[in-house]
T-cell receptor, first 112, second 114 residues
Framework: DAKTTQPPSMDCAEGRAANLPCNHS???????VYWYRQIHSQGPQYIIH???NNETNEMASLIITEDRKSSTLILPHATLRDTAVYYC?????????????FGTGTLLAVQP | DTAVSQTPKYLVTQMGNDKSIKCEQN?????MYWYKQDSKKFLKIMFS???????INETVPNRFSPKSPDKAHLNLHINSLELGDSAVYFC?????????????FGPGTRLTVL
């Protein structure tokens, strides 16, 4: 079972920041927070991951609370092409079993 | 250049048939995976191979048999297809290592069993 909880859907206006929350209250000390997204009819796409510190890359920013029990994915300037299901996943990195356990995710609808 | 490719993209077949789906990655990764996404959109791991060795087998029926001829290929053969096998099957690959096992997914194969 997925160890994360996300809202089923969110709306965002084009050009505005999209903030997607994720709760992972049972996260272990060696588990990272990963974010993937799945645009309709495509394979999941890696966005970003982090352990404790906030992270930023060309796609998004990841804010992890100090107690690590929740995080927020930020898309700074959402476009229509960002409409997708966003998955928050917690997992150990580098272990022998590297499977991703997907939950139900958040359907982000970017509105024009 | 496609990093993870799958063939075919669509597969329509009759119940009871045997079919194969092929996956290739040109990323030089040592680990490959098969995931299944059912009609309710749940994505679930099926198998994982590391350097051609089976690592993960998630209680998948024996009718499903993965085969990895080399590190760059992981094929999925399905015997005696059933209606419930209809789904989208995604292949993925990663390079296992501390902080380096981001998984990259293929475009998927939509299997329809009639």
């Amino acid at each position: 079972d997925a160890k994360t909880t996300q809202p089923p859907s969110m709306d965002c206006a084009e050009g505005r920041a999209a903030n997607l929350p994720c709760n992972h209250s049972t996260i272990s000390g060696n588990e990272y927070v990963y974010w993937y997204r799945q645009i309709h009819s495509q394979g999941p796409q890696y966005i970003i991951h982090g352990l404790k510190n906030n992270e930023t890359n060309e796609m998004a920013s990841l804010i992890i609370t100090e107690d690590r029990k929740s995080s927020t994915l930020i898309l700074p300037h959402a476009t229509l092409r960002d409409t997708a299901v966003y998955y928050c996943i917690v997992r150990v990195v580098g272990g022998a079993t590297n499977k991703l356990i997907f939950g139900t995710g958040t359907l982000l609808a970017v509105q024009p | 250049d496609t990093a993870v490719s799958q063939t075919p993209k669509y597969l329509v077949t009759q119940m009871g048939n045997d079919k194969s789906i092929k996956c290739e990655q040109n990323l030089g990764h040592d680990t490959m995976y098969w995931y299944k996404q059912d009609s309710k959109k749940f994505l679930k791991i099926m198998f994982s191979y590391n350097n051609k060795e089976l690592i993960i087998n998630e209680t998948v029926p024996n009718r499903f048999s993965p085969k990895s001829p080399d590190k760059a290929h992981l094929n999925l053969h399905i015997n005696s297809l059933e209606l419930g096998d209809s789904a989208v099957y995604f292949c993925a690959s990663s390079q296992v290592g501390q902080g380096k096992d981001t998984q990259y997914f293929g475009p998927g194969t939509r299997l329809t069993v009639l």
